[in-house]
């Protein structure tokens, strides 16, 4: 009686594991359809997509899909390609605009065969809303359109006695002052601050919103506001673009994203056929990297949509269906030093970082060379002084590559007073020890620790401490850091902006660990308001030396990026530098294989 | 004689006393056999979190020129290495440090707390009673890993807000039960003896009540040990624990989120895991000595049962025991 | 006196409600000296002072921190009790009640069917371990719970993850991400929803079932020494009859309340698994809601837990009420 | 009983207890402002002379440990006076009270459960001195010492723990505790019953030993009729927390008035008991006319009405009934 009882206990058991067991789907099951299966490592997926207020996580790529800009940059051929705008021209040109005209005026054409996803033509009306609200600090409370826009245009009251009535970029109001003909009625003018740069903001990162839905907007109903009615979330939730792609609200959830294809998208290829070949894109979400890795070996997904870590390319490439990609990527990591600390966050050890000798003897105390062997595994490249990448045309060419030179750190250091006392390992200067936390996120760890290594051999101590995964929250905006590593990223689309976010010396905030120089804040002006193109690329190269000169944001290396894709299911990959296997080109070209 | 009436001279006794105790205490529980066993392992863990630099083989904090990433265990790496290059074995060792030290010092802090509040609310009743016993039953409402993770995002999480943080939310369940007994003690016949030879208040509760809840104490303490140890695992292991420090949580989850299984590293795993388990064993080894020690009468395996029971079900205990006190409202003489 | 218990259990419950309720206004203002500091957004590069005081100043606004503590208590708890635990940070500040209520279901997968099978699992083998008594079984129920008990469910999870996941391929290592998006209740959804838990579910509860199974066992024991047991028995009721339609029955209660308590406490302690498997639930939304100090989602989901605990505790002491007599005549004998 | 003790009786009024009365409030669950009253003693006056030893007999639940509770100090009354040599024990100053309360002294009942088990022997008999602070340690175990042979225990066992002695044991080191501070009166409660009756004896002389040397004054409760035949001076009987009849010992043995002490009697004469129907009732909101009239029976109509008070029917005999009310008037 007893034994019976035992085996059926087992038996119950075993049942139970052989029927979840069995149910085992076929991968391939799961392949129905033609999509592109992208993985996406991420904390989770949002359910809302308000184009240009989700800045973190997969919004803006989901979003930038969705929605279209007015053109797009090609940095090869340094040109703007159309995409809702068909074409731009500056009403006068810059070098013929009279002194005291403090702007430009840009007038731009509108692809007239471009449909919002329910079929309904884009009109200038919403071009018109869009750069309103994102001028209007009063109807769309974000920082970040603001943060972007605000260099672009000021616009003083009336009598000009300098008070400020709005800020950024802003479209003529309309009716007002132009004169439009019959043949103008997709056209739209711009006013933009005297910065050549100015424009590409304009063109290529603000994502045009359809007025038919927008237009409920106002000061009441703020575009982020804390609480949404729920007619906005439904906008929110539902997205209405001029992109290639609608999101499939139905099939989207928490787990996955998923695009369809827009057959009726205005830009054709070459041959007049459909410009994206890939039908549809199903975004998975992983949590981590790890699961990311086994999903696409495992067949899961096609290709994951970030640089893959380099202890996990060998085990990769073990696949024969699973390619990796390596190419050098648009990021400089560069070693940040808080030098422009705010009273409430001055340490005595951030005090000593203003010292030009300790940062030329941190400087001289890295060697790229051997970051670059041994945390990167060699997958990267050196940086010069500037912070410019290797083939880049803005290059100050005549920088030297930073030198490791242990000797001549110490021999500064020395000099400077800081000595190492009795029984001590480390310097220290008046009482204060060379004790400074690197703040970063827990991907940079390695890095960090080799340049502890390194550091230690001229006497400063270096400690890590987390910042979390969302580095613009945790650390850069606060000023609460002595050092962090910094990818950053100068291309001339957005020079303009980056120098002076990054650079100019200002005395209000040291965001971006900025250092106080008033030549440099001057140089860096003059860049950014010259109209004369090549006087501009001049000045860019002399800033590179000159913020190289002052050592507080000291390049360690490019990394490059590894991209894992699979080759079984797809083919026609792309690489392209700077973002990798997953890209815009890719999409176009990608075919099923059969 | 007027030395006796000196404070200093009444603490200092007390804590010769408790140390007396104690000593006896661990006397006893080498004496007994799982005991025995438990006692070595926490020794042993200790000396070994205590001699970390002079046993650990490697830097277990370095990742460097060794370039030795992702070996298995070897005669040169004991326990192999991570894919940055750490000698596991070195990290075991250190992760012993901050494990153990918070488990311990937080067990004691937990048992110090909820000894005092829950004497408190028992032996002085009435309103104490009513203020600490709510308080307590909101602290267990709410739910702990949950709350500690928002309390570490609100105050940082350096070792010493974790022990707070891991004490504020643990005496609570402790206190309960120590009332519980000490409603018990204090409708004893000594302790109204005590009272009727003009024993005050603090008397009754150094004298009486203290020594009477000492032995759920001590196993307390030990059981606490193991709960905070699997507690600032969890917590490690969600990336959440202390960040400066290497601990046995820390590494289980690097090992996770650095692919171990993927790329087949298992030793990476197993010995955190196992220094875990060694150590919260130990902890429920002395517990079951406790219990076997202080209840000689038992079988052995239903003290072991009971100790079970009470880690997986303190909340039904405590239903019965609600229960209990109601059967005995309004101070009714039982003859 | 049977309904007065059940009211002052209610009231009492309404009363850590509301505590817990305060207990959560504050908690996020501890410690600053403008709980809005946790609200501003960040202040950019190119924003002077003036322009950041005036978002600072419009956040106030928006989140009501210009006025009075205690008017801003107010609001909450009125928003509380219309259901609206406020909006996330997240894009698009989407509401924190809908947030949790689209993950809910997940978690309470896991949590649902692992109490279940631990309950059924754990008790049928506490019986038979009972009535075993000193044997096999019941030795090996001793030494698998001791080492259970040990062994932190994560660790577990890890395990089974590198043998059965990655060594053997038996079960999925990690949670299919579509899986919440696609399921439309088919047969085939379902199965695929259990083949993605089968191992969270045996990590999570392999040491319920032994919880259960120890506590089973030994209530079995105390009640089969029970007078009325040793009555049955004289009365020469077979013992799996005594066992089953007397022990049971009086055992019935505890199960019952653990069952519920389990319920509290297993959300929480899905935090961990969730994270070992990818499993998308409530537990990866707190962590994540953590790394992005979204406090309102996280005081959310703290006061979501805080209620179903309550809840469950609620509706444990009413079903003690309904099923032991000895509390309907007012909890004396 | 000797005529020394007799004589001794009419010297002096130790304890004088008058209208004393003990209620509990139980809370009727929601409707707090409605109390349920537990007259756990009700309306009790007593005298005890010194040397005297009043036995306290009746039931289970009848109030006899509240009353002794109450004499003692440990249940604060809802009304009535306690006297101690002429000083009310609730209205003294706090000083005197903790003199008059280091002459009176409680044994327990159960001596497993007023005997701390964590201590030792010396332990428990010193804990008076040491509360009371002013002592060495020496004198403490001069005492000890004096203490144990007292009771008849070997001095070798001071240092050993409770639970290595007999009941028996238990009570003799329960006893020496109480007569640690030499009271004047002690108040026994229920000494033997939770002993073995071979044993009952041996305390039952130490305490009259005791009594004798130390010149105690007892209130001995116990509902073995036997025992207090043996010990007692004085014998009260209580029902439903009320005295219903009191008087010397041998009177009340011998000429049992109230129909409950004839009852209990008529159980130890073990010749045609009277058995008592029923349980004794609740305590909980008593009847208005005579307590014990469910279960008696010699019951008349007006018992339900009428409260009997404890009248002098002969010289130092009270009882409490209607029927004798009757007979005398």
Redesign the interface.
Known sequence: ??KN??LL?LL??SM?IL???C???DKSD?RSDDSLYVGYIS??F?????PW????GI?PTVSSMIYSTLFSYDEENDEFLPVLGKSWEYVVEPDQVPQDQDYLEVRVEIDELATWSNGTPVTTEDIYLTFDLASD?SRS????T??WT??LKHDYNADRSGELVRQGIFTVNHPGDYEFTEEDSNVVYFHVDKVLGAITPLFTTILILPEQEYNIISQELKL?????TEEL?YL??NPMGSGPFTLNVD??????I?LERRDDYHLKDDDGGILYKVEGI?F?????EI?AI??IKEG?IDVINSSVSNIYVDNLSENENVSVDTSSSAYVQALTLNVNVPEKYSTPERELLKDPILREAIKLAIDQEYLISESLDGQGSMVRGGLFDENNKYVNDTLPFNKIDLAKANQLLDAAGYLVEDGDKFRSKDGVSLRFEITSNPGLKTTINYIQVLFEQVGIEIVYHEG???A??DY???GDFDMTIQGVSFIMSNVD?MM???FVTVG??S??GRVVDEDLAAKVNEMRSTLNYDRKIELIKELQSDIAALNYKIPLYTSSMSSAYRTDVFSGWVSVKGTGIYNDESLQNLTRRQ | MKYKNNIIFAIAKSLLNTLITLGQMIIKIWNHKKGRIGLILVVMISLIAIFAPFLAPYDPYDVLQRGARGVGPSTEYFLGTTSYGQDIFSMLIYGARVSMSICIITAILISFTGAIIGIAAGYLGKLPDAIIM?VV??ML???????T???T???GKSYAMLIFIFTLFGWAGLSRVVRSQVLTIKNTNYVKSAELFGGGKWYVMTKHILPGVSNQLIMNTAMTA?GVM?AE??LS??G?GNTEFISWGKM?AE??SSGA??LGY?WW?IAP?IG??AS??AF?LIGFSLEEIFNPRMKS?NS???V??T???T??KE?FEQ?EA??N?GGIENE | ?KI??V??RIL?TV??FL??IT?NFF??R??VDDPAERYY?????????E?YD??KA??RE??GFDKSNLAQYAEYVKRLFSGDLG?SF??????VME?IL??LPWTLVLSVSTMV?SAF?GI??GT?AA??R?RL???AL?AS???L????S??IA??L??VL??GLG??P??A???????FDWSLAEI??V??NA?LPIISMRIGGI??YA??T??SVIVVSSDDYILTARAKGLSN?RILYSHTLTNYLL?IV??FM?GL??L???A??IE??F?W?GMG?????A????DYPL??G??LF??SI??LA?LT??LL?FVLDP??QD???? | MADDIKKAIEEEILIEVENLSVDFPISR???WWKKDIVSAVSNVSLKIARGSCVALVGESGCGKTTLANTLIGLITPTGGKVRYKDQDLYEVSNADYKKIRNNMQLIFQDPYSSLNPRFTIKDIISEPFRIRKNISELEIANHVERLLKLVGLSVRDKDRHIFNFSGGQRQRIAIARAIALNPEFLICDEPVSALDVSIHAQILNLLLDLQKELNLTYLFISHNLAVVRNISTHVAVMYLGEIVEYGEVDEIFNNPIHPYTKALLSAVKDDDPIILEGDIPSPINPPDGCRFCSRCYLKVDECDKDHPELLEIETDHFAACNLIKKRTA
């Not at chain 1, 949002?46 to 308000?50: G, R, S, T, W």
């Not at chain 1, 982020?224 to 949404?228: A, G, M, V």
């Not at chain 1, 099939?251 to 996955?256: D, K, L, Q, T």
């Not at chain 2, 409402?141 to 709350?147: N, Q, S």
């Open positions: 009686m007893k009882r035992i206990l119950i058991i139970g029927l979840t067991g149910n085992q789907n799961s904390a989770g949002p359910a809302v997509f308000m207020l989700s800045n973190q919004s600090f409370n974000h920082a970040g603001l943060a605000g260099d982020n506001t804390t609480s949404p979330m929110f939730k099939n989207s959830g928490p787990g996955v998923v199903k998975i979400n992983y949590l981590d699961v086994n999903a899961d979390g995964n969302n613009t929250k850069f905006y606060l902006m002076r976010a990054h209000y905030s965001n971006y | 709510r039953d909101v409402v709410i739910p702990t890993l949950p709350i993770i928002v309390l995002n609100l105050f193991a699997i695992a969890g292991f969600l959440l289980l090992a996770q299984f993927l298992w795993i895991g875990i388990f919260v064993s429920m395996s072991q049962y009971k079970l029971k880690l997986s079900g909340y039904i239903l229960m109601a059967d409202v | 006196m007065d218990y009211i002052k009492h009363l850590i505590a817990v207990l908690i996020p501890i410690g957004p960040p202040q950019l590069g190119s924003m002077t002072d322009e005036e978002i419009l956040t928006q989140y909006n997240q894009p698009g500040r989407p509401k947030m689209e993950r099978i699992f049928t083998y038979f009535n075993q000193g079984a019941d030795t001793l719970s001791t080492v008990t040990a062994l932190p994560f660790i890890l395990i993850s590198m996941g990655f038996i079960f290592c990690y299919d991400s579509e899986m919440m998006t696609s199965g695929n259990l083949y089968a032994v919880g120890v506590s066992r030994n799996s505890p309340t653990r308590m509290s406490g959300i929480g302690g935090v961990v994270k070992v990818n998308n990866t939304l707190f962590i994540n953590n790394l992005n100090s996280m005081m989901v703290m837990l805080s605990a309550l505790n444990a002491d003690y000895r509390v007012g909890g004396r004998r | 669950g929601l409707a």
